[in-house]
């Protein structure tokens, strides 16, 4: 197969904390890599909370034009 390329736009996905609802989370720790458990805390007010297998903030590429 031939190489691909199409240009793309960088996305940062942030999670805004559930508790004070201003903050971003923060990854805090390692992911456990058995679980996918990965913990994070609000640099505001410290709320922790824990996503499974993905982490904040994030970085993600979608093609122009697209949407995510
Ligand atoms: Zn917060």
Known sequence: MPEVKRPVKTIEVN???DACGHGMM???GECNPATGENPHACIICGHEQVFKWVSYPR???VGEGESL
Request: proline share 0%; net charge neutral.
């Open 15 to 17: 999670y805004v904390c």
């Open 59 to 61: 970085i993600v590429y």
């Open 26 to 28: 923060e990854q805090k």
